[in-house]
């Protein structure tokens, strides 16, 4: 499995930008795909996540209302827009894959439901 992720810079405070991530390398799923982000010295924080069968989606409070999380079947292909950027949202982003199963929603922001993660990408805020 490979996911191949995109988007991300240097942006202003209040802009918009979109992150997208590739999922490749098998012939059936995926089933769960999300983002999760780190800031410098910080924990990893769960973004968003979407079950991929029924296109049911989950935000982090930090990014309620702000991001948007999105599928792409025919491209396999998960998109994150994010509006409405903060300082404190620069961070690196990370997508991950459930490759085998749905990810039950009380598990959703547990880094440990995701078996693949992609290399990161840096979305930097400036004020």
């Known amino acids: 499995v490979q996911l191949q992720a995109s988007g991300g810079g240097l942006v202003q405070a209040g802009d918009s930008t979109r992150l997208s991530c590739a999922f490749s390398g098998r012939t059936f799923g995926p089933y769960s795909m999300a983002w999760f982000r780190q800031a410098p010295g910080q924990e990893r924080e769960f973004v968003a996540a979407?079950?991929?069968?029924?296109?049911?989606?989950d935000y982090g409070d930090s990014v309620t209302g702000r991001f948007t999380i999105s599928r792409d079947n025919a491209k396999l292909t998960v998109n994150l827009q994010m509006n409405s950027l903060k300082p404190e949202d620069t961070a690196v982003y990370f997508c991950?894959?459930?490759?085998?199963?749905?990810?039950?929603?009380?598990?959703?922001?547990?880094?440990?439901?995701?078996?693949?993660w992609g290399q990161g990408t840096l979305v930097t805020v400036s004020s």
């Open positions: 991950a894959v459930s490759s085998y199963r749905p990810v039950p929603v009380q598990f959703v922001a547990s880094s440990g439901s995701y078996d693949y």
């Open positions: 979407v079950t991929w069968s029924d296109g049911k989606t």
